[in-house]
């Protein structure tokens, strides 16, 4: 089975962290947040996976690698310019050639989840479908669009972000494709899978099915920190091992026999947290440093970044290799 995974969003809800490092690449826990996707397509049975990249491609190859990960081989693509996530799609397919499979998958590359990809390629392939969407159930959809489902599967209508408060199904970010869907994305330019090709196909091949498990879109600080306790404590399938209840503690880190870290924390290998400082709720990054009485809570530090003796980081961000005074 293979996968297409679009991976070329600039993160810009996660700046400062995404200036220099794309969000794929960004450190969650122990790993890179793709490693997570690559992982869990391998349990759904994807041997190859081509990633669509666009901001920094470079630093996303780096983080994962040449070759393969959890035995999925990755292929990286490049844009060369903005085609919208149908024509993101088309293109990225278009570099298997041949190669390219009758029924594939494609993913949004930034949601954290352990649904079953397995029952939703079943399904698709029960219903003959064209195009299946994975669907997600929220008790509030005010800022996702709805996806409107006869009982047989087959998709009626999708509505807008509405701003209202109401429980209903989301489009996941997952799908299942038939190559004939790629006919309809024009080639070379922006085009939209959810907005042009999937309005396109209702009533004609277009299937959804409810998927039960975890799902998290990571692309806010509070969503990052929250996908990042929800693994330690193990409220999403992933092969991390916390270090102590809540807690991760990488290697090479210099922590004082007086700090006090947790009940929830992260931090990363190489860091150092000295005598009566604090760590609460936050997530160190490799390398950084929290001085001597500093204090740390509801954070995201950068690699790299120093916490001077006696300052406060609250509910924010800092930059990779920034320096936080008193």
């Not at 470079?58 to 024509?87: F, I, K, S």
């Not at 195009?131 to 008790?139: D, F, Q, S």
Request: glycine fraction near 10%; hydrophobic fraction near 45%; aromatic fraction near 6%.
């Amino acid at each position: 089975m293979q996968a297409i995974v679009l991976v070329g969003g600039m993160g810009t809800r996660l700046r400062p962290l995404t200036d220099t490092v794309p969000k794929p690449a960004l450190t969650l826990v122990d790993r890179p947040f793709l490693a997570y996707m690559i992982e869990w397509l391998a349990e759904h049975g994807v041997t190859e996976a081509v990633l669509a990249c666009g901001f920094l491609p470079d630093q996303l190859r780096e983080a994962l690698g040449d070759g393969e990960h959890a035995g999925v081989a990755l292929t990286y693509v490049v844009e060369p310019d903005r085609r919208g996530t149908a024509g993101a799609i088309r293109y990225a397919a278009e570099s298997l050639g041949d190669r390219l499979e009758d029924r594939f998958l494609a993913l949004n590359g930034d949601v954290l989840t352990d649904l079953d990809l397995t029952t939703l390629l079943r399904a698709h392939e029960d219903r003959g479908a064209r195009a299946t969407i994975g669907l997600y159930p929220v008790e509030d959809s005010s800022v996702y669009g709805l996806v409107e489902c006869h009982p047989d599967g087959s998709v009626l209508a999708f509505t807008e972000k509405t701003g209202e408060a109401v429980p209903g199904e989301i489009n996941a970010g997952a799908y299942v494709l038939e190559r004939s869907v790629l006919d309809l994305i024009p080639a070379g330019r922006q085009f939209s899978i959810e907005h042009e090709v999937f309005p396109r196909l209702v009533g004609d091949g277009l299937c959804a099915l409810r998927l039960d498990g975890y799902w998290m879109d990571i692309g806010t600080p509070e969503r990052y920190l929250q996908a990042t306790w929800d693994i330690l404590e193990r409220r999403v399938d992933t092969a991390v091992r916390p270090t102590a209840p809540g807690m991760f503690v990488g290697a090479d880190c210099a922590l004082a026999t007086t700090s006090r870290v947790g009940p929830r924390a992260v931090v990363s290998a190489g860091c150092a947290v000295e005598a009566e400082a604090t760590v609460d709720a936050s997530v160190l990054l490799p390398g950084c440093t929290v001085g001597e009485g500093a204090r740390v809570r509801g954070s995201i530090l950068g690699a790299g970044a120093e916490v001077a003796p006696g300052a406060e980081v609250l509910d924010a961000m800092v930059a990779e290799n920034e320096r936080v005074a008193p």
